[in-house]
Each structure stands twice: as structure tokens, then as C-alpha cells.
């Protein structure tokens, strides 16, 4: 999910000029700066919408070349298998496909201060406060990141391929396909889609751990059923290699997380500060370069994952882990509650949504600590 995609749009004048009306009286009310960042907001986004063309009229053009045909269709089996299988909503995201002729949608900038993990966070209308801001230029979002370097922060900037404008406003024309993702391997593509439906079901303002681990585990247990029932064993084995890393490259930023906060909590127990704080911290994150080394070396072929791992180990920091146990967290609590629903069936999906639904109503505390212990029952009675 993406704060910049939270402004849906579709052809229409008058609810075209409407929306696009009220969003910048309401931008202007919160200040020139505000109001820059909400104009490229809802600009970035309309040009997006006004792209996009429906599904059906790729498949019939003459000039549609084959292989997007085909992907195209992959994405409406998968589209009515989340709805069916999933119990994802039925709206008018993905029904649509644009090509924005760039490789990422948005990008996120993250900040974080160099002696904790918590996210620096910006508050909006309609979706609360959140730990990045995003920008439909990378320009813009590299310029955001440099002004908040100046301030002293560690900040990380990274490519989105796609986001979910949360089905608030779904009447504007719901989440487009895009080239920046249609093209993914089979399972990559229905982790994405799965991922970006489940925002739909479930939004929490001010929580953004607690609603991407509930995407995240939405997305792999989902995954793994599309995978099952429609793929082929070599694309079940491609997937498997994949997110056999994806789970040895989690294992592994999560120790550091734990190393980095126990320093970080050591220093806020001795406010006065010590040179010796940064060393540690230099320790572990050379630490983390030379397990991560290692554990490259152990991977057979180099794939489009990896380089992507490559790329965030080298610019890793404070925000950039910080931005990673977003998706990270709480997601074993997740996964515990919907195997406790008895299987994967649309009734289990429906009792785990109602369940996470009630999680919702409990303060953001309660409902963290309710989902780890549900996750350490689930654990303690593992075989």
C-alpha cells in the first residue's frame, strides 16, 4: 500500500473536477509545502487512471502484442480466484491495465533517527499517519530525502511497483494494472495482487505494521494456494527457491533488528552517550554485510531477487529496516490466527477476516501483543 495512491480517479468531468477541487482546497489549507506534496499526489495518480483502458480492449486490440495478451489473462484467473478462493473483494481494481512507460509507480522515501528504528511518520486525511511519503517522481522523492538527511535522519529511498487505494475510493475507478508488475513471474505477480486486494478488506489508521503484515500474510498464505491448484511443478519450484532465500534474507534482517535495538536501547538508558554506541553499531552492520556474503554465496544462480538484495544491503540503515518490519512483524501472529480457522476454505477466509476485524477495534498495543502471543502458542505446539 502506498499513501500516494490513496486518491482514485475516472473519466467523468464533473466528478473529475470535483475531487480534484476539494483535494487542493484541501491541500492549500495545510500550508505551500503540504500542499505541493498533495498536488504532485493527486496529479501523479490521474495521470495514472487517465492511462489505463480495460482489460478487454488490450485483449481485442490488433496491436496488443501476444505476450501482454497473456499476461493479461493470467491476471483476471487470479483476480477471480482471490475473490472466490481468497474472499477478497469484488470491486474494479484490476479490471484495467495502463502502461506509465517508467519501471516504478511511486517512490517511498523512509527516515528513520541514527539511533533508533522507528519511523519518522506523516499524517493525512483519509489514511492517518504512516512511516513514509511517497512521490510519483523520483526526483521529487530524492529531493524530500536529501532535505531530511540535512536533518540529521537516516533515510532510504526505493521503487513501488504497484499500491492499493484502500477501497475508499473505489467509485473513481478502483487499482489499475500496470506495466511495472504485469510481467512478474507467475508467483511474484499473484503475491503482488493478493497483497494490494487484502488493503481492501482491512485498513487501520496510524498502524502500518499491523495493516501490512496482514497484507503480507494475506499474500503468502494466498500464494501458496494459487500456486497448488493452478501452477506447473516448475513454476511451484521457481517460487519455492525464491522464497526459500526470502525467508533465509528475513531470518537474517531480523537479527539484526534485535541486535540494533539492543543498542539503541542501551543508549537511551545512558542518555549522556558514549563514542562506543557507534561502534557497536558499525559492528553489527558489518556483521550483517558479511552474513548476508555468506549467505549469498550460497544461493546457485543470480536472479533479478538477488540484485535486489544486493542493492538494499548496500544502502541499508535505520530506515531501511525500519521499513522492512512493516512487512515483517507481526506476520507469524497472522498466519497463526488463520490456521486456527481450520484450513484454507472461503469459510476459514471469512472467520480469519472477522477475526483480524475484531483484532482492529483493540488498541494499537493490545492488538500487537495479542497477535505475538498467537503466534508463540502457535510456535510452542509446532512439531
Given at each position: 500500500m502506498n499513501l500516494s495512491g490513496c486518491i482514485g480517479w475516472r473519466r467523468g468531468g464533473l466528478r473529475r473536477l470535483a475531487?480534484?477541487?476539494?483535494?487542493?482546497?484541501?491541500a492549500a489549507l495545510t500550508g505551500c509545502s503540504t500542499a505541493a506534496y498533495y498536488w504532485q499526489a493527486v496529479s501523479g495518480h490521474v495521470g495514472v487512471m487517465l492511462a489505463a483502458r480495460p482489460v478487454g480492449q488490450w485483449l481485442a486490440a490488433p496491436e496488443t502484442p501476444e505476450s501482454l495478451r497473456e499476461r493479461l489473462r493470467l491476471t483476471q484467473q487470479m483476480?477471480?480466484?482471490a475473490i472466490g478462493e481468497l474472499q477478497l473483494p469484488d470491486t474494479a481494481s484490476y479490471t484495467r491495465y495502463a502502461d506509465?512507460?517508467?519501471p516504478y509507480v511511486v517512490w517511498n522515501v523512509v527516515a528513520a533517527p541514527p539511533d533508533s528504528l522507528t519511523a519518522r511518520t506523516w499524517c493525512f486525511p483519509v489514511v492517518g499517519c504512516v512511516g513514509y511519503r511517497g512521490y510519483y517522481r523520483e526526483a521529487d522523492a530524492?529531493?524530500?530525502a536529501a532535505a531530511l538527511q540535512a536533518q540529521g535522519l537516516e533515510v532510504t529511498v526505493y521503487g513501488v511497483p504497484a499500491y492499493s487505494t484502500l477501497n475508499r475510493l473505489n467509485w473513481l475507478g478502483g487499482d489499475p494494472l500496470l506495466n511495472t508488475f504485469v510481467r512478474y513471474p507467475q508467483g511474484e505477480l499473484a503475491r503482488l495482487m493478493f497483497h494490494e486486494m487484502a488493503h481492501q478488506v482491512l485498513y487501520v489508521d496510524d498502524d502500518?505494521?499491523?495493516n501490512e503484515s496482514f497484507a503480507t500474510a494475506v499474500e503468502r498464505i494466498g500464494v501458496k494456494r494459487w500456486l497448488a491448484l493452478h501452477a506447473s511443478p516448475a513454476v511451484r519450484a521457481d517460487y519455492e527457491t525464491g522464497e526459500q532465500r526470502r525467508r533465509e534474507f528475513r531470518a537474517l534482517t531480523r537479527d539484526t533488528r534485535a541486535a540494533l535495538n539492543?543498542?539503541?536501547?542501551q543508549k537511551s538508558a545512558h542518555p549522556s552517550g558514549s563514542p562506543s554506541f557507534v561502534a557497536m553499531k558499525n559492528k553489527v552492520m558489518d556483521d550483517f554485510r558479511t552474513r548476508y556474503a555468506a549467505l549469498k554465496a550460497g544461493w546457485a544462480a543470480d536472479t533479478a531477487l538477488i540484485r535486489g538484495y544486493d542493492a538494499w544491503v548496500a544502502r541499508a540503515n535505520n530506515a531501511s529496516f525500519s521499513a522492512q518490519a512493516a512487512y515483517d512483524e507481526l506476520v507469524p501472529g497472522f498466519e497463526a490466527l488463520f490456521e486456527r480457522q481450520g484450513g484454507a476454505s472461503p469459510q476459514a477466509w471469512r472467520g480469519f477476516y472477522d477475526a483480524v476485524q475484531q483484532l482492529a477495534q483493540q488498541p494499537k498495543d493490545e492488538r500487537r501483543r495479542a497477535l505475538k502471543e498467537t503466534a508463540r502458542v502457535a510456535h510452542s505446539h509446532s512439531p
Open positions: 475531487a480534484l477541487a476539494l483535494l487542493t482546497v484541501l483476480r477471480t480466484f506509465i512507460g517508467r530524492r529531493a524530500e502500518t505494521v499491523f539492543a543498542i539503541y536501547e
